[in-house]
């Protein structure tokens, strides 16, 4: 943390200073004190005062010393460069320059500027190291930009050759993006118009692996350069991202989507990471690219000839970037009508097929619902809802200007998206004059397309009853009249709406709103639409959400699982990936596993309400852990995994709630994590556990610890994944989480910690340690023993070891973290002191800081476990080893006697111990501290009752 965060700029109670040298005073003394932020704020004032004043060039240059202490290198090079365009050559400019290019790795340009300086002063002696290390640099790079320069030479020959072989094509393309990942050879392609080659070769390529690769090549060259990534837009032009977005196959809608984000990412300084936050002065520069960029991939959401897949990912494109945590869009898509494009795909259906009409997949309508909550998200504030309110409210109103048939089926089905996304706005909308009317008059029309919208709409609202009462009450009748309707469409659609209401009750087994055997009867109707062969996926979909209203009914629950064919016919319906059919899948599985939210009931509480004679909700006894477990293990082995991995692209935070929610009921159970990371659960856990809810994210969480303490870390988590899994495992060893997330967490960070030295720098650098060690002064033994394993196995980093070296106690702890009485306690503790005085002689030293030193060791050296009395001596052997001085103080106690004891044991578990003894003893001769073989009745009583322990326990055995 910089300690420009330690002040406030508080000038707002000062009377403002109209004098720019008198701001550039006080920027001065802020900088002196090290309040950075507040400099910059007094420089900037300072600039906007004295445009023209003389010393306008000495706050540029300020401001950029201001501006490398916050590490804004960027900004810091740009004033450089202002204030070296008022006064060429000065050094102070050009030196800070130097730094700020160097921190950005533009080393060329920095040797430049030193090389200036070093030309009007040549017996600067400041420059000099820094002049002879950059020119070492800039020499290498030179080099190696020559090689790399002959190999984008040969891939360009054979990869924009179209009579090339296809294999060597392809192999070549795949090279150029190799080469596209290092910022060299990005820019030695840029030189060599490998933009220009790319966008004249996919106007002809026909090799979709070619036109991927190509797509990814530019990914690469974007990737945060800002100065790259513009020179790309000027050679191909907004236009051309589109185009390439407009594709049939998901792979390449999937790679150009990932291409357009990056450049985003690179304008505005946002990172594909849960914690990224845009610079501000970098959005500010780039307002203009952004905003256009923006407002074509708005203008494109209602573009009709483009695919629905291109269609769909840029949707999901605004979902990422209108958050005010990213880009801040929502207000200015507003602003300009953007609202009523997403509500016309809202309002599309495949039944209105015509030339004119938009291309749209089965999630389409479900994406912009999602798409329009996140905008409502970000209407904090009472004009902004007033005015997302009235944007929806025109369009209703322009639909219902011509009310024809399919403009009422059209705002209807709009309305119904609205009720699953923005809920408040939906309400709004279905509360107004003579919409809920005409929903209802559709839903008893002859008309079947105005029956199947009014239905869907009349579901949406049922579960928001308090605010659509009236819809709700007058629904009901006309769902049990449409449910005897022949056209299974509406039916199912029916039934849905009767299996809501008939879960009113919720969790609570005593309330039964229908007779009883009623919902088994309306669970067998759904069973049926799931299972029939034939049935198109829209009528599965709806018995899916049917069930998820049905199986918060536990008697529903078993009979559901225990029935093969249905659960195969969800996990295949969750396997289309289709985001229209999320809610139902997820949430029947959420039932299914009990893994929704529980109510906890405090005795007293229940006592309260007994005698105020209020309702108690009652468990059912088919709830039990037992028949819970039985579910999630034959979910599990049914492949439920797969289904739930398919289904984690959705962009809805709350579905990746649920799945998140599953993820971690079926961890629960150690023996199906194997199938879980088969089936690609672990992969998938990681950006869940990042991105979402935070309940979401931390059920995600809890489940990697789970799967990490069971399963070999190099298999659950191979490559790169072992390090991204350690933020969320390490989000979990916090004050709100339980202590048996604490727990799982720590365990699997143990594992973790045993693999490499990279996890462990993770772990360091994801500031581990210090949330570690609180664990390990916790009075819970559990927590305390976990979080000591964990520090047994960090201490093999070099960087930990010098913690422990420096001026603090942690060395202490450790020792007296040795004489607890749990043993895996003592045993982690005495591994890492042996660890540690075996590679410090400060950590030797340190083994004297507890007053208790001697005890400690004692306690060690006459420890009944074999592990931990081994462990010790092994760290007292260090400690003697290290230093003489040391080993006298040792050997003036009576640890030499009972070391001596330890030799004269005769016990097979104790052997290494013993042996370790024997070395002890060895250097204390060595030292001339004891005559060799001289103390034959050096044995202690403790050591005679040691021995007889030792016997009683083989002869217990």
């Known amino acids: 943390m910089v300690s420009g965060d330690k002040k406030m700029v508080n000038d707002n109670t000062q009377k403002p200073q109209e004098d720019p040298n008198a701001c550039k005073e006080r920027g001065n003394e802020e900088f002196k004190n090290g309040y950075w932020d507040s400099a910059v704020t007094w420089y900037t004032k300072a600039i906007q005062l004295g445009e023209k004043h003389k010393d306008l060039p000495v706050y540029y240059k300020n401001r950029a010393a201001a501006y490398l202490k916050l590490e804004k290198f960027e900004q810091a090079a740009d004033d450089c460069s202002k204030s070296l365009d008022h006064c060429p050559n000065d050094p102070k400019a050009l030196f800070r320059r130097f730094q700020a290019y160097e921190a950005l790795q533009r080393f060329e340009e920095a040797y430049k500027d030193l090389r200036t300086i070093h030309t009007y002063d040549p017996n600067n002696k400041m420059i000099k190291p820094h002049l002879e290390r950059l020119h070492a640099i800039v020499q290498e790079r030179a080099r190696e930009r020559a090689q790399t320069s002959n190999k984008v030479t040969k891939m360009f020959e054979i990869a924009f050759d179209l009579a090339a072989p296809k ?156 958050h005010y945590k990213t880009i801040d869009w929502a207000e200015r898509l507003v602003e300009m009508k953007g609202l009523l494009r997403l509500m016309e795909v809202c309002s599309e259906l495949e039944e209105y097929k015509y030339e004119s009409a938009m291309n749209i997949t089965p999630s389409s309508r479900t994406i912009a619902s999602v798409c329009l909550a996140r905008i409502y998200e970000n209407m904090y504030y009472d004009a902004a809802r007033e005015l997302f309110n009235e944007q929806i409210g025109e369009f209703v109103k322009d639909k219902l200007l011509t009310p024809d048939h399919e403009s009422k089926v059209r705002v209807t089905v709009a309305i119904t998206s609205l009720l699953l996304g923005p809920l408040d706005a939906g309400n709004a909308m279905i509360s107004r004059e003579g919409i809920m009317q005409m929903i209802l008059v559709m839903a008893q029309s002859d008309v079947v397309l105005e029956q199947k919208v009014a239905c869907e709409c009349i579901i949406a609202a049922a579960s928001k009853k308090d605010k659509a009462k009236g819809l709700v009450e007058t629904g009901a009748e006309i769902l049990k009249k449409l449910y005897t309707s022949k056209n299974e469409e509406i039916r199912v659609r029916a039934l849905v709406g009767l299996c809501k209401l008939g879960s009113s009750g919720g969790l609570d087994a005593s309330i039964r709103p229908f007779a009883d055997g009623s919902t088994k009867k309306l669970a067998e109707a759904c069973r049926k639409f799931l299972i029939k062969p034939g049935k198109d996926k829209d009528i599965r979909k709806f018995a899916a959400e049917g069930l998820a209203y049905l199986t918060l009914d536990a008697d529903v629950k078993e009979k559901l699982v225990e029935d093969r064919a249905a659960i195969q016919a969800l996990i295949e319906l969750a396997k289309t990936g289709d985001q229209s059919a999320i809610y139902g899948v997820v949430t029947t599985l959420v039932n299914l596993v009990n893994a929704y939210e529980k109510q906890e009931l405090l005795p007293e509480l229940v006592q309260l309400a007994k005698f105020a004679k209020h309702h108690i909700p009652e468990e059912h006894e088919l709830d039990d852990p037992d028949f819970v477990s039985g579910r999630i293990i034959v979910l599990a082995n049914e492949g439920v995994t797969s289904g739930l991995v398919a289904l984690c692209k959705t962009e809805s935070d709350n579905s990746k709630e649920m799945i998140a929610r599953v993820f971690n009921a079926l961890c629960s159970e150690q023996e199906v994590r194997g199938k879980v990371v088969q089936q690609g659960g672990a992969k998938v856990l990681i950006p869940l556990s990042l991105k979402g809810t935070a309940n979401g994210k931390r059920h995600a969480a809890q489940a990697l610890s789970r799967i990490g303490i069971t399963i070999n870390p190099e298999t659950a988590f191979p490559g790169q994944r072992n390090l991204e899994v350690i933020r969320p495992l390490l989000n979990q060893l916090h004050p709100d989480c339980s202590s048996l997330e604490n727990f799982e967490a720590l365990m699997a960070l143990c594992n973790l910690a045993s693999m490499n030295e990279s996890t462990r720098q993770r772990i360091i650098k994801e500031q581990g340690i210090s949330k570690i060690e609180t664990y390990m002064t916790e009075d819970h033994m559990m927590l305390q023993r976990a979080s000591t394993q964990v520090m047994c196995n960090m201490v093999q980093s070099p960087d930990v070891i010098k913690m422990h070296e420096g001026e603090n106690d942690r060395v202490k702890f450790l020792v007296l973290l040795t004489m607890e009485e749990d043993e895996d306690t003592a045993v982690a503790a005495s591994g890492a002191l042996a660890y540690l005085t075996s590679v410090s002689d400060i950590c030797c030293e340190k083994v004297f800081s507890p007053n208790c030193w001697q005890e400690a060791l004692n306690t060690l050296v006459a420890n009944p476990s074999p592990e931990v009395q081994y462990r010790g001596i092994v760290t007292i052997y260090n400690v003697i080893k290290s230093n003489k001085t040391l080993a006298e103080k040792i050997f003036d106690t009576d640890l030499l006697r009972m070391l001596f004891g330890v030799t004269q044991l005769n016990d097979e578990k104790r052997a290494k111990a013993i042996e370790m003894a024997q070395k002890c003893l060895k250097v204390a001769e060595e030292y001339r501290l004891i005559e060799e073989n001289k103390d034959a009745d050096m044995a202690p009583d403790v050591f005679e009752q040691q021995k007889q322990e030792a016997t009683i326990e083989e002869i217990d055995e």
């Not at 060299?184 to 070619?210: C, F, P, Q, S, Y």
């Not at 849960?274 to 959005?283: F, G, M, Q, R, T």
């Open 167 to 322: 294999e060597k094509r392809e192999q070549a393309m795949n090279n150029i993006v190799v080469l596209a990942r290092e910022s060299a050879g990005a820019e030695v392609m840029l030189k060599d118009g490998l933009v220009t080659r790319i966008g004249k070769l996919l106007k002809v390529e026909k090799n979709n692996d070619i036109i991927i690769n190509a797509v990814r090549a530019i990914d690469e060259v974007c990737a945060k350069s800002p100065e790259r990534t513009k020179t790309v837009i000027k050679e191909l032009g907004i236009p051309w991202f589109l185009q390439i977005l407009d594709s049939n196959l998901e792979d390449r809608v999937v790679a150009s989507q990932h291409c357009m984000q990056t450049v985003l990412n690179s304008l505005s300084g946002l990172e594909n990471k849960d914690d990224s936050k845009p610079n501000k002065e970098l959005v500010e520069a780039n307002k203009q690219l952004i905003d256009t960029l923006l407002s074509c991939l708005v203008y494109s959401i209602t573009e009709r000839t483009i695919s629905g897949l291109a269609r769909d990912a840029i949707m999901e494109l605004i979902i990422r970037n209108v």
